[in-house]
């Protein structure tokens, strides 16, 4: 997808790794700008109203509400030519976790290594994605677009993560 090749294409892939460790990110519930951590030890803080604010939204809206989280994925996928790294975020991701970010993170709370297990789960997966280049001329990895599971007993992630964990 370099040079002149279109802005989106759909595949057919396996997922080969999915990174777990940084699964979600903070934005401003009014506006969905992202948000900075204020406290570099607090950033995977149990609490969704933390000490960051909307540097945007508190000029208009000096009653700031709390922080969501939305998903944003990094994961190895694998076409019939070759493996590369694409990021998804929350919409496409929502159809593989089954949930929203803030449900899977308060999950994971509960449940410490539900994230790693979900990761696992969702390997060997077989997808049909829509990639898109990124408009950010910043951006390192290719976004996926849209996502459909190709197996037919597909369950989501936290489907699968309730049922294990209880």
């Given at each position: 997808m370099e040079g002149d090749k279109p802005l989106t294409a759909t595949l057919m892939c396996t997922v080969v790794a999915v990174d777990h460790t940084h699964l979600c990110y903070r934005v401003c519930s009014l506006c969905e700008k992202t948000l900075t951590e204020t406290d570099k030890n607090n950033n995977t803080s149990s609490s969704s109203s933390s000490s960051s604010a909307c540097k945007y939204c508190n000029a208009f809206n000096p009653v700031s509400s709390n922080p969501k989280r939305l998903f944003?994925?990094?994961?190895?996928?694998?076409?019939d030519t070759k493996v590369f790294v694409v990021v998804m975020f929350d919409r496409a991701a929502r159809v593989l976790f089954g949930?929203?970010?803030?449900?899977?993170f308060d999950f994971a709370k509960?449940?410490?290594f539900s994230a790693e297990t979900a990761a696992k789960a969702l390997e060997g997966e077989m997808l049909r994605v829509t990639l898109s280049k990124p408009k950010n001329g910043n951006a390192q990895h290719q976004r996926v677009v849209s996502v459909v599971p190709l197996r037919s007993g597909f369950r989501p992630a936290i489907e699968n993560l309730r049922e294990l964990y209880g």
């Open positions: 944003r994925v990094l994961m190895s996928i694998a076409s949930c929203s970010a803030d449900e899977f509960l449940h410490p």
